[in-house]
């Protein structure tokens, strides 16, 4: 997936880097052509918000910290082909092509619901209910909004979509992840959001036909796994879609199995084999936050122990599937036991 740029890169985007990278190598290692792409998600209101706060422009604040994720990529020793911008003028002509090709299945209307600019996102009434009117993930309060928008029908695809995961055309590992959308789809897919008033978040897309509008930044930025590869006209696209899997966190499930399987049928597209979804990082056990005080860099542990034992660490001490832990200690240990005394004896061993 590609990285929102409201924060700094930290050690969950550094994770999903290096299991990206290992696969991308292991199918060259087996003479498979691969394009590996990651990039950088760039646009909407939190963007815009973190710019003004830093008193930037919008697009300066998106170029200093879209370089971040790249050197983040660099120092990690990550194998990605491709490095795509949301801001690139080619994914802004791509994007609004796949809009005109998804026409059918849009349309205007009223939309009231609850908003958080930190999750950029629309939440229902239960949920807001349920927190007590205020966002647990940014500590603050949900906005009701009023306002016209574009909907896309994504309520129309909910049994193909369904249909291909459990047919196992469409694979979601691990299994948890499978039921857990699956679930999402028996309650019920509605018809999302795909814009907002210009005049509300200038910093977007606009819609074609209509620059009242912007497009909503999670509609455009899951058009990014085809834009960079040049569809619709593209030797690369026709080549290498659909893609054989996306590395995706836990927290972005719903947009990428949902939402993205809906465009993806909308444009008469295959989805993508397989969705790998991978779990989070705490650091001594709880949630990273800077409040606590308990935030680390991936910069950081690299420059203490090097590139490949961070690799070495986050593939085989932070679980595949589920949640894993960071702890110096924990590090320390493995760096010494297992890749002094036992890898670096045997390699000893057998020069």
């Known amino acids: 997936s590609i990285p929102y740029v409201n924060g700094e890169p930290h050690i969950g985007h550094a994770l999903e880097f290096v299991m990206a990278d290992v696969l991308a190598r292991a199918a060259r290692a087996q003479k498979t052509p691969v394009i590996f792409s990651t990039g950088t998600d760039e646009h909407g209101g939190k963007v815009a918000e973190k710019a003004a706060e830093h008193k930037l422009k919008p697009e300066v604040f998106a170029d200093q910290m879209s370089k971040k994720f790249q050197d983040l990529a660099k120092m990690l020793n990550v194998s990605n082909d491709r490095f795509i911008r949301t801001t690139d003028p080619a994914h802004v002509q791509r994007a609004q092509m796949i809009w ?5 299945d849009i349309y205007k209307g009223k939309y009231i619901g609850w908003y958080c600019t930190g999750d950029e996102a629309f939440f229902t009434e239960a949920v807001v209910k349920e927190n007590k009117g205020i966002c647990p993930n940014h500590n603050r309060k949900y906005e009701q909004v009023q306002e016209e928008n574009y909907f896309f029908k994504l309520s129309k695809y909910a049994p193909q979509i369904k249909q291909a995961i459990e047919s196992g055309a469409f694979r979601i590992a691990p299994a948890t992840r499978k039921h857990e959308i699956l679930q999402v789809i028996k309650d019920g897919l509605e018809d999302i959001s795909i814009s907002r008033p210009s005049n509300k978040i200038t910093w977007g897309i606009p819609v074609p036909g209509d620059t009242t509008q ?32 996306q590395v995706i966190g836990k927290d972005i499930l719903r947009f990428h199995a949902a939402i993205w399987s809906g465009m993806l049928l909308g444009l008469g597209l295959p989805l993508p084999r397989m969705l790998y979804v991978h779990g989070f990082v705490t650091v001594d056990g709880k949630k990273m936050s800077k409040s606590l005080g308990n935030s680390i860099t991936p910069e950081e542990i690299i420059k203490k122990y090097g590139t490949d034992a961070f690799r070495y660490f986050f593939l085989r001490h932070i679980p595949s599937y589920d949640d894993g832990d960071f702890n110096w200690d924990k590090l320390h240990k493995a760096y010494n036991n297992e890749l002094a005394n036992e890898l670096g004896n045997a390699v000893q061993r057998t020069a």
């Open 100 to 104: 005109k090709n998804l026409q059918k």
């Open 214 to 245: 912007v497009m909503y930044v999670w509609f455009e930025a899951l058009m990014n796994y085809i834009t960079v590869l040049g569809y619709p006209e593209h030797e690369d696209f026709k080549k290498y879609w659909p893609a054989n899997v």
